[in-house]
């Protein structure tokens, strides 16, 4: 029988979510799930270092790295972390991120810049064996890991929680992209609905600006009068372009605007995110939530992801929703995660 260690910081805001995970793998028969803690100790000058709390020799680890840290200290305490644990003598190491910090700093936009997302997946890839995440900013970032590094998507377990709650919302339906450049995501949930029975329609924000970094108007390409729309975006940061292109909506017409957004950081708070009908973020971080807003879980996604990386089967499988057409995966078994 498989040895797995789950391993997290039982201090950390992220926990929870790792909990939910050993949870999930706790019920599986033929798989040994332990949950181990990590020992942070803090020097009076702010030097740390980490210690894992109990014997992982010769198990298979998955580091579930929490996501709410402050980035500077998400990044050098995920590098210790995977020292100490390359000194531990694990069967494997496997990072698990929920949200993966730098990936929106993904390509050298001008000369004598850093690329983030590189430098992390090169010293990611110097410690562990896989990896994985979900919903990155740039899915090409994969291409940066040198060892196998999964990007799953949260759009099957959407569906799910939609299907299950909110039926209602997939009437008269439009998927929007609040930019051009988040084309590819939006016909990604459309192609999903409509494997599984659900009819949607398309439409496009397109920004202008008068200055830098400052939105002065959003246009809408399609047809939205009289339709409930849900925006898609991969993460809420000031949440500036989401509101406008819900704002844009409206003025042309919508009936219901809807928003969802994976990761949701929320640096300027939520309190202006009510001219949503409803806001629907996942659980890969923590915040405070307004009255429009409803959280989903992707703790089943990720702990399906581990299980299905320690028995060595697909996980392309279970994620496509083709495959429950085609009678590949059971209804049943893809309506779990």
Known sequence: MEEVAIIADSKGKG??????????????KDIDTSLVDIEKSVFKDGEFKVRIKENIRRKRCFLIHDSNKAPAEWFTELIFLLEALTFSSPEEINVVLPYTRFARQERKESSRVSVNAKALADVVSLYADRGMTVDLHAGQMQEYFSIPFDNLYSFPSL????????????????????????GK?????????????????????????????????????????????????DI?????????????????????????????????????????????VSDTLCCSYA???????????????????????????????????EGQVSLEDYEKI
Do not use: W
């Not at 809408?220 to 729309?229: L, M, S, T, Y």
């Not at 989401?242 to 409206?250: D, E, F, G, S, V």
């Not at 409803?294 to 495959?323: C, H, P, Q």
């Open 15 to 28: 926990f929870g979510f790792a909990q939910g995970v050993y949870d999930y793998l706790k019920a599986k």
């Open 236 to 280: 809420i940061d000031t949440g500036g372009t989401l509101i406008k292109t819900c704002q844009a909506l409206k003025e042309k017409g919508a009936m219901k605007v809807y928003a969802f957004c994976p990761h949701g950081l929320f640096t300027e708070g939520t309190e202006k995110f009510k001219v949503f009908d409803k806001l629907l």
């Open 159 to 182: 569906i799910n929680y939609l299907k299950k709650n909110h039926m209602d919302i997939f009437e008269n339906l439009v998927v929007v992209s609040p930019d051009l450049g988040g």
């Open 291 to 325: 009255e429009n807003m409803e959280k989903f879980s992707l703790v089943n996604l990720f702990g399906e992801a581990i299980y299905r990386t320690t028995i060595g089967e697909s996980m392309s499988v279970l994620f496509d929703e083709g495959k429950v057409q």
């Open 185 to 233: 995501r939006a016909e990604s949930l459309v192609k999903r609905l409509a494997a599984r029975g659900i009819k949607t329609e398309i439409a496009f924000g397109h920004k202008t600006r008068e200055k830098d970094n400052e939105v002065a108007k959003t246009v809408i390409i399609g047809e939205v009068a009289g339709k409930n729309c849900l925006i898609v975006d």
